[in-house]
């Protein structure tokens, strides 16, 4: 069965700094994607940035970029420039089937 | 295009009654998933319809269930509702569905207490 692993529970960053989210999935598949979802205190889950596991390119949605390693099963979320809207929880989420989600990881963005 | 909507927004039953939630996806959306999301068991799938037929199921009881009706409309049933249903349930709609590796787009969610 697939997996997917957040192993920071929480972060923080300060405002215009640079964060990293980690995630490692676990799968047999080749084909399947992967996400990275942010929660904001209103609970409504948005799509920040999906990679398609066939492209070696990372993928990239102006301040947040990721660090996908196949091989390695691996697939980080950078945030540059931080802001406080930034603020959320974030969620790591695979699916070749279906969507299997990550406990999350709690992001304060500080002034 | 409109998001996906989700009502109602906020609900209180008490245990052993009956609780109906709805959701409408995107225009043109023809899969809709659902999701309960507690603090303890995180983000878990119940299951996804697609063209009026479930093609998915998570682990839940059987007092979970859902329909989908053929305007893509979908609604999800729990009955005899127990203290541990309390949660944020959210709904997600895309395209082809999840088999598809298809990009979900999630409601705004519903947020179910039992007393």
């Known amino acids: 069965a697939q997996t997917v692993t957040q192993s920071q529970p929480e972060m923080s960053v300060q405002e215009a700094e640079t964060v990293t989210l980690s995630c490692t999935y676990d799968t047999s598949e080749s084909n399947y994607y992967l996400f990275w979802y942010k929660q904001p205190p209103s609970r409504q889950m948005i799509l920040v940035i999906r990679q398609e596991a066939y492209k070696q390119q990372n993928a990239t949605e102006n301040r947040f970029s990721v660090n996908f390693q196949k091989a390695a099963k691996s697939f980080s979320l950078k945030i540059s420039d931080s802001q406080l809207g930034d603020t959320a929880m974030y969620f790591c989420a695979y699916q070749g089937g279906k969507l299997i989600f990550g406990q999350g990881t709690e992001l304060s963005v500080k002034p | 295009k409109a998001g996906v909507t989700q009502t109602p927004r906020y609900l209180i039953k008490t245990r052993g009654q009956q609780v109906t939630l709805s959701c409408s996806p995107i225009s043109g959306h023809r899969s809709v998933s659902w999701y309960q999301q507690t603090p303890g068991q995180g983000l878990q799938f119940l299951f996804e319809?697609?063209?009026?037929?479930?093609?998915n199921k998570g682990n839940f009881p059987g007092r979970f269930s859902g329909r989908q009706f053929s305007n893509s409309r979908s609604e999800m049933n729990v009955s005899t509702l127990e203290l541990g249903d309390s949660a944020l349930y959210l709904c997600?709609?895309?395209?082809?569905?999840?088999?598809?590796?298809?990009?979900?787009?999630f409601g705004p969610g519903t947020r179910l207490t039992v007393l």
């Open positions: 997600a709609s895309s395209l082809l569905g999840q088999g598809n590796t298809d990009t979900q787009y």
């Open positions: 319809y697609f063209s009026e037929t479930q093609r």
